[in-house]
């Protein structure tokens, strides 16, 4: 056991360098297979969606069209993540402006003011092949 230990002593340097090799490898296989997997594949997400009165209404499990996050103005101003358009069983949808969020729940904002706040809050995100 002590020669054993001796040995990796005295191989740390290459058994250090040997894993970072390694894990760099892997890290880069994750990011081959995150591509290929964007390219083949887009989410859908879909949302609990209920009116900011949900006292008098019920809640959904609707569709959603996510916009995430994006940097603009090179780089110096950010525009955040938000739901742009939640869409009903009956046909019916609701486009949104933008979107608060706070503690995973969206509290989205609709273009047309007829039209009520809603919090929204991700129930499920599906792959589907493109």
């Known amino acids: 056991m002590k020669k054993l230990i001796q ?12 894993a970072f090799i390694l894990v760099a490898i892997l890290g880069m296989g994750k990011l081959l297979i995150q591509r290929v997997e964007n390219h083949f594949y887009s989410e859908v997400f879909y949302v609990y969606a209920c ?21 603009i103005n090179e780089g110096n101003d950010y525009e955040p993540e938000y739901f742009e358009t939640i869409y009903f069983d009956n046909g019916g949808y609701i486009s949104f402006s933008s979107c608060d969020i706070k503690d995973k729940t969206y509290t989205c904002y609709p273009e047309d003011e007829k039209n009520e706040i809603w919090n929204l809050q991700i129930s499920e995100v599906k792959k589907i092949r493109k």
């Open 7 to 18: 040995q990796l002593l005295d191989h740390s340097t290459e058994i250090i360098v040997g």
């Open 51 to 71: 009116p900011l009165d949900a006292s008098n209404s019920k809640c959904y499990k609707v569709k959603a069209d996510y916009v995430p996050g994006k940097w």
